[in-house]
């Protein structure tokens, strides 16, 4: 860490290919004042640069040469402080890249007050106007447990979707009640839907964002295994289901399903659904009975339960047609009436 921070490399780095060998240091200093363009940029290019030859590139008029001093690690942080405001952004992206990949490796034995120079850069990168530079910092920084919480939460609230969404989706710096907290400050969007997708994330947070009813967020919860769903949960994404087939196929592919949700999607997807719900929740006899039922009184409602149910289309026809079949073959009897109720066939009861 110091030794990027003073520009200074012990042992060999590897070099960039095509920047040729380091010059010696008159010839560098003669170089980085009266080179070429191209030479200037491939001077900046050697990491194990002297750090003045660099620190006097970043300033450099021509940005492609500011832009290989950024880039490169071997700089010393007075030179990034500099091209931290950088008036080209590709230059500043640069920076953000390098700089947002050393942040996780400080170390507190480390020397304090340069590692806070440091961090000033990072945070001048974390504020930049440009969106581009701010969401470069947060990619970068999204897995790591190792950054200002301050600036991860900084991060978490930018306006930009680009910027905010890999830290709420991925920051282990963000807690439940950081999460709860911009929850309530009214998220949309593609930022909530980012939060839905965190991984392992509680009921209490679930429920959260199932309260603000955004579809796109309640999709990703219930595609998010790892999500804890609290029952109440379930049953109020049944309310949003019932309506939208693509939840309904994200809710079908969960193990975690509590009965009375199984029994109340039963009521209203297709025959595919229905043979999957079957077939996923096989070895619950009753619950794989139950949703047979609700097959029947479907179908004797005039649902055409579409997708067929495979399951239940080889023991079961229409009560009405069936009532019709006994009647005429003189079996509609008192006895028949028993094995009905006995069978919660209810629809045949009726008629």
Known sequence: MLKWIFGKSKGKRKAKPGIGKKPAYKKARDIAGKGSVEERSKLAAHENMEPEILYYL?????????????????????????????????????????????????????????????????????????????????????????????????????????????????????????????????????????????????????????????????????????????????????????????????????DDLPVMTIQRIGRFVNGSLMELLMKRHSERKEVVEDLRATVKERIDRGETMEGGVDAAEDVYEPASIRVEKDFAAGVLNEERIEQALEEGDNTYIRF
């Open 58 to 254: 970043a300033s450099d008029k021509a940005p492609e040469v500011r832009r290989e001093v950024a880039e490169n690690a071997g700089t010393p942080f007075q030179a990034d402080a500099i091209l931290a405001r950088d008036p080209e952004e590709d230059v500043r992206c640069e920076l953000a890249r390098k700089i947002s990949r050393l942040i996780p490796n400080l170390k507190p034995e480390q020397n304090e007050k340069l590692a806070t120079m440091a961090m000033g850069v990072l945070t001048t990168l974390a504020r930049d106007e440009l969106p581009r530079v701010r969401a470069i910092v947060s990619e970068e920084l999204k897995h790591t447990k190792n950054a200002p919480t301050e600036l991860i939460r900084e991060l978490a609230e930018d306006l930009e979707d680009i910027v905010a969404a890999p830290i709420l989706e991925y920051s282990p710096l963000l807690s439940g009640k950081d999460i709860l907290q911009l929850i309530a400050t009214g998220m949309k969007s593609k930022k909530l839907a980012a939060v839905a997708r965190r991984p392992k994330i509680d009921t209490e947070v679930v429920n959260a964002i199932v309260e603000t009813g955004q579809t796109e967020a309640i999709h990703d919860i219930v595609g998010n295994h790892t999500a804890q769903i609290s029952d109440g949960a379930f049953e109020k994404i049944s309310d949003h289901a019932e309506t939208q087939e693509s939840l309904q196929n994200l809710m079908v592919s969960r």
